[in-house]
T-cell receptor, first 118, second 112 residues
Framework: ETGVTQTPRHLVMGMTNKKSLKCEQH?????MYWYKQSAKKPLELMFV???????ENNSVPSRFSPECPNSSHLFLHLHTLQPEDSALYLC?????????????????FGEGSRLTVL | QKEVEQNSGPLSVPEGAIASLNCTYS??????FFWYRQYSGKSPELIMS????GDKEDGRFTAQLNKASQYVSLLIRDSQPSDSATYLC????????????FGKGTKLSVKP
C-alpha cells in the first residue's frame, strides 16, 4: 500500500445510522486532515491533527467526530447525519513543519469517501 | 474572512493553445500559494507551488504571483486534452503552521 488510502469509497446511510470513515497514510507524515467537498463549493477544512493532537476544528457539527489513534490512521465517526451532509470526504496528510522548519504546504489526498445520506 | 476566489468556468481552449487560470485572495499576509489539479472522480494533486513575486516555470506550467495585487495565476502552454480537469487555487494562511484555504476551482476543457 502506498500513499493515502480511504475506506469505504462509497457509503449510503440513513439519518439514524452510525458509521465511520477510515483513512491510512503510508508516507511517514505527521499531520492528517479531513476535508469536505460538495458540489459548487470549495474544499472545506473540517479537522486537522498534528502529531496526533487535534489542532483545528472548523466549527464542524458534533455529529462528526474525528479520531486519530496514531500518526498513520485517522477516522471520522458519523452519527445522525442530515441529507445536506452528503458529499465527498477527503482525507489528506502532510509533513507539518516544526519550529524553524520549512513547511511546504503540500497535501497528499486520498481518493475520498463518497457519502450519501438518505 | 479568508477567501480565495476563482472563476468557476468552464474555460474551453483548443489543443495547443495557452490556458490561463486566475485566482485572487483576501489575506495580504499570505506567503504560500499552490495550484492543485483534480480530474473528475479523482482527488486533488499538487502541480505547482509559488512563494515569491514573479514567475515560476515547470515544464508546460507557469505560476505567476503578484502579492501587491493579491493575485496568482497558472498558465498552461501547449494545452493537451489530458489537461482537462478542475484546477484548484490554494492559499496558506497563518505562516508555516497554517492551513490551506481552497478556491472553488476552475474547470478547464481542452478540445482536440
Amino acid at each position: 500500500e502506498t500513499g493515502v488510502t480511504q475506506t469505504p469509497r462509497h457509503l449510503v446511510m440513513g439519518m439514524t445510522n452510525k458509521k465511520s470513515l477510515k483513512c491510512e497514510q503510508h508516507l511517514g507524515h505527521n499531520a492528517m486532515y479531513w476535508y469536505k467537498q460538495s458540489a459548487k463549493k470549495p474544499l472545506e477544512l473540517m479537522f486537522v491533527y498534528s502529531l496526533e493532537e487535534r489542532v483545528e476544528n472548523n466549527s464542524v457539527p458534533s455529529r462528526f467526530s474525528p479520531e486519530c489513534p496514531n500518526s498513520s490512521h485517522l477516522f471520522l465517526h458519523l452519527h445522525t447525519l442530515q441529507p445536506e451532509d452528503s458529499a465527498l470526504y477527503l482525507c489528506a496528510s502532510s509533513q507539518a513543519g516544526t519550529s524553524g522548519a520549512l513547511d511546504t504546504g503540500e497535501l497528499f489526498f486520498g481518493e475520498g469517501s463518497r457519502l450519501t445520506v438518505l | 474572512q479568508k477567501e480565495v476566489e476563482q472563476n468557476s468556468g468552464p474555460l474551453s481552449v483548443p489543443e495547443g493553445a495557452i490556458a490561463s487560470l486566475n485566482c485572487t485572495y483576501s489575506d495580504r499576509g499570505s506567503q504560500s500559494f499552490f495550484w492543485y489539479r483534480q480530474y473528475s472522480g479523482k482527488s486533488p494533486e499538487l502541480i505547482m507551488s509559488i512563494y515569491s513575486n514573479g514567475d515560476k516555470e515547470d515544464g508546460r506550467f507557469t505560476a505567476q504571483l503578484n502579492k501587491a495585487s493579491q493575485y496568482v495565476s497558472l498558465l498552461i502552454r501547449d494545452s493537451q486534452p489530458s489537461d482537462s480537469a478542475t484546477y484548484l487555487c490554494a492559499v496558506k494562511y497563518g505562516g508555516s503552521q497554517g492551513n490551506l484555504i481552497f478556491g472553488k476551482g476552475t474547470k478547464l476543457s481542452v478540445k482536440p
